[in-house]
């Protein structure tokens, strides 16, 4: 079993839109996971129909008896994330600002404080349209922790894979270089980096593949909307030659991929076209790199 | 005043409004323009300046001494599990642990004292007209949170309320944006009219209307993809700052990393739209 990445660095690259086209090609192959928890946007081009849903419980929150409260502040000495506030005298729990630390909870003298689990989420394993089961999440809003999130939802593609015999987990990652894509690459047998020849996308690129190279991880490039700048496109080839990155594809500016995401298609499906054509190419090389 | 330009999905153009923004109003304001994307912070590849100051930044990690009696307290205290007992060890996993104290405080033995480690380097800038600060987190660092904390924390030691602070925040709708927009003062989401740039914008918009944060939309690309962010926006009673037309200039430029509003006019129009907006909601003094 291999676990294919799709990756960026830098956010709207076209990331989602290029892995669901991806998604369609490998149809059965596959089991899907989408660990852009975050911004969870691949279920609107694979349609999931929900099956089994399960609620994400992460970090606690401090609660406080103001019965129980004396006042005495040491919930305030002791708090380093402005978690406790003190408003006219009386103490209060600034839930925005809680780390779930439990310090207050424990200095607390006469026991005001108690600490409860917060539900921050739910993850889902559905049918997907392509005939893969899809793993994906919907995160609480300024929920903490996506890492986990990110790690419940592998776990359960690893374990559907295995039962489904597939050969294959593809996952949809997020952008940056946190907690959630560090979770994302634990595992990962290959990664795909889609980028853009902008000054941003080969900025962080080249940050994102040193976290991958950090985690030996091998890895090739999709370079979209290529024809945007042509000197860029250079410079991209150049730091992915001395950076060992495979060049997987260069696929032009096309807006195509909006009008296929209107109708909740990915491109492969909307279009018979040169740019399709490219993505076809691209996954069977990305098999083959991966040694699928 | 403090404006942070944020969105839920990534790539919709924070980077390409913050910098224009802050350059137009900084010809005729105070102005400092702060990356918070410490991830991946782009803001400085379109900002010209001199370099005027750069320290590491660090967050306070326990660290054992080597000698206590593995009385355990340590790891039941831990609500992050950063700190295990394994045999006659005490071992510390810097990048779960969120700097709380509680363990190195509360130990009996004080065999956990507080080690700084570093978590990113804070780079400041000046042009012409513009201050500009970025941070960016180390690589293998996993928390972005805390070193978007102590960037704030130097820009409002460093810049009196007059300045006009314009925070470019990271995509997302998790704990690094709470931390980037929970001070501002405004907010203004940048999004596109996709389904995909409805769909992340609604979370964004739950995100600050659980924070109670006074906020706004600016569509950019417009006239790609249909009408629907719009009429959301409407709906919900969001008041649609500016449209920035779906223009391929924008985006070649921008790859090059120049400036945007310096040399299309039509994208300075909206520029002058916003500011005018954000004057009437007294985020930007007239002038």
Redesign the interface.
């Known amino acids: 079993m291999k676990e294919i990445v799709v990756i960026s660095g830098k956010g709207g690259t076209g990331k989602t839109s290029v892995m669901a086209s991806f998604s369609y090609l490998g149809q059965a192959d596959l089991v899907i996971a989408d660990c852009d928890v975050d911004a969870a946007d691949l279920h609107m081009l694979l349609d999931p129909d929900y099956q089994n849903s399960e609620d994400y419980y992460s970090g606690e929150l401090a609660i406080l008896d103001q019965e129980k409260c004396i006042n005495c502040g040491a919930c305030l000495d002791v708090c380093q994330f402005d978690g406790v506030q003190k408003e006219n005298g009386i103490f209060r729990i600034e839930e925005m600002n809680c780390e779930g630390c439990g310090y207050c909870q424990r200095v607390c003298p006469t026991a005001a404080i108690h600490m409860e689990t917060q539900k921050v989420g739910q993850w889902y394993s559905s049918n997907s349209k392509v005939g893969s089961t899809m793993v994906h999440a919907k995160m609480g809003v300024g929920a903490e922790n996506s890492g986990r999130l990110v790690a419940q939802v592998k776990n359960e593609a690893r374990r559907i894979a295995k039962a489904e015999g597939k050969e294959i987990i593809l996952i949809d990652g997020s952008p940056g270089i946190g907690c959630a894509v560090t979770s994302t690459l634990s595992g990962a047998d290959y990664v795909v980096f889609v980028t853009e020849p902008s000054v941003s996308g080969i900025h962080d690129l080249k940050r994102v593949s040193e976290l991958v190279q950090g985690f030996s991880i091998p890895s090739g490039c999709i370079i979209n909307k290529y024809d945007l700048n042509p000197q860029r496109v250079l410079e991209l080839e150049a730091f992915m030659e001395d950076a060992g990155i495979e060049h997987i594809a260069n696929i032009p500016y096309d807006e195509g991929f909006t009008a296929a995401m209107l109708e909740g298609k990915t491109l492969v499906e909307y279009e018979n076209s040169s740019v399709s054509q490219i993505l076809v190419e691209s996954w069977k090389k990305i098999k083959q790199f991966a040694k699928v | 005043m403090k404006i942070a330009i944020a969105s839920?999905?990534?790539?919709?153009g924070k980077?390409t409004l913050a910098t224009s923004l802050a350059s137009h109003l900084a010809e005729s304001r105070d102005v400092v323009l702060v990356d918070l994307d410490v991830?991946?912070p782009?803001s400085r590849?379109?900002i010209d300046g001199d370099q005027t100051h750069q320290q590491d930044v660090y967050k306070e990690i326990p660290q054992w001494t080597g000698a206590c009696s593995l009385c355990g307290q340590c790891q039941d205290?831990c609500?992050?599990n950063a700190i295990v007992q394994v045999g006659s060890q005490i071992m510390v996993f810097p990048e779960l642990c969120?700097?709380?104290?509680?363990c190195s405080?509360?130990c009996p033995e004080s065999a956990l004292p507080l080690k700084p480690r570093k978590i990113g380097i804070l780079n400041q800038f000046q042009t012409e007209d513009l201050d500009f600060v970025e941070s960016r987190?180390e690589?293998?660092?996993?928390?972005?949170v805390p070193l978007i904390a102590q960037t704030k924390h130097y820009v409002d030691e460093n810049f009196d309320d007059d300045f006009i602070k314009i925070y470019d925040s990271?995509?997302?709708?998790?704990?690094?944006?709470?931390e980037a927009t929970?001070d501002a003062d405004y907010v203004i989401l940048v999004t596109e009219p996709?389904?995909?740039g409805l769909?992340?914008l609604k979370?964004a918009v739950?995100?600050m209307r659980?924070?109670g944060k006074a906020f706004g939309v600016v569509v950019n690309r417009y006239g790609?993809?249909?009408e629907d962010v719009i009429d959301y926006c409407q709906l919900e009673g969001i008041s649609v700052l500016a449209k920035i037309a779906n223009d391929?200039r924008i985006?070649?430029l921008?790859?090059?990393?120049e400036l945007i509003y310096t040399s299309i006019p039509e994208f300075k129009e909206q520029l002058f739209a916003l500011e005018s907006r954000l004057t009437l909601h007294d985020m930007v003094g007239a002038v």
């Open positions: 839920g999905k990534g790539g919709t980077t991830e991946e782009n590849l379109f205290i609500n992050f969120h700097s709380c104290r509680a405080d509360l987190l690589i293998g660092e996993q928390q972005a990271p995509p997302g709708t998790s704990c690094p944006v709470i929970k996709t389904p995909f769909y992340d979370l739950e995100v659980k924070m790609l993809g249909n391929r985006a070649e921008y790859s090059g990393g």
